[in-house]
């Protein structure tokens, strides 16, 4: 078990600019979770795929974010022309199929800084 | 509206003192409970979680908690506090209808005096 992955760790760019993350996630496990976590706050949810299908987007999620996980497997959340507020940190997290009540691991995050 | 509520935003505890943060939630129903740990620049760690049966759970790093439904409550607790335990701690919550995401409180920054 090597733990959920996420890729960057940080990533700075200017305003407007296109950005892309991964997630690798604990191998068998096939729900994966995206988070975004602001200063101050506690993560707040904003996707969520069982195996390659997004069931469940956040209204948070603007036209401007878009997430993947194509096979099922790793998954990609990209932003276009970022905006300052888009500045917080990333979470991935997963867990194994099952009831709700299946705890969710989180990787490390990555953190997005907007110039 | 489903909600977790940490009253609590800064604790101040002595090492070796007893800790206790308090986490309530908002629903009809009991929903899947948990308590995360966050140090610096990390990801979340899994401390405990209770979904049903016997309030009183125990996890990881010497912390339980107790849910009480009567209080809509889920605090965490460790006998004795050693210094690395300073972190941020998250409530959070799976509430039926609510889909498989976690509804996190605002947090409870801990801070150890040695």
């Known amino acids: 078990d090597t733990g959920v992955s996420q890729n960057p760790r940080h990533k700075i760019t200017k305003r407007g600019q296109n950005v892309t993350f991964r997630c690798d996630p604990i191998s068998e496990h096939n729900r994966l979770y995206w988070y975004r976590q602001t200063l101050g706050q506690g993560p707040e949810f904003l996707t969520y795929?069982?195996?390659?299908?997004?069931?469940?987007k956040s209204r948070l999620l603007s036209d401007r974010f878009s997430a993947e996980r194509p096979k099922g497997s790793f998954s990609t959340l990209e932003i276009q022309r970022t905006e300052q507020g888009d500045s917080a940190m990333y979470l991935c997290?997963?867990?194994?199929?099952?009831?709700?009540?299946?705890?969710?691991?989180f990787g490390d995050g990555t953190r997005l800084s907007i110039l | 509206a489903q909600s977790v509520t940490q009253p609590d935003i800064h604790i101040t505890v002595s090492e070796g003192a007893s800790l206790e943060l308090r986490c309530n939630y908002s629903?009809?129903?009991?929903?899947?409970l948990f308590w995360y740990v966050q140090s610096p620049g990390q990801g979340l760690q899994l401390l405990l979680k209770?979904?049903?049966?016997?309030?009183l759970v125990q996890g990881i790093k010497g912390f339980e908690a107790e849910f009480k439904r009567s209080q809509s409550s889920f605090n965490l607790r460790k006998p004795s506090v050693h210094w690395s335990d300073a972190a941020e701690y998250f409530c959070a919550g799976v509430f039926t209808g609510g889909g498989n995401k976690l509804t996190f409180g605002t947090g409870t920054q801990l801070k150890v005096e040695l």
């Open positions: 997290a997963s867990s194994p199929t099952g009831g709700s009540n299946q705890p969710q691991h």
């Open positions: 629903y009809g129903a009991t929903p899947y």
């Open positions: 795929f069982q195996n390659e299908a997004q069931l469940e």
């Open positions: 209770y979904f049903s049966g016997d309030t």
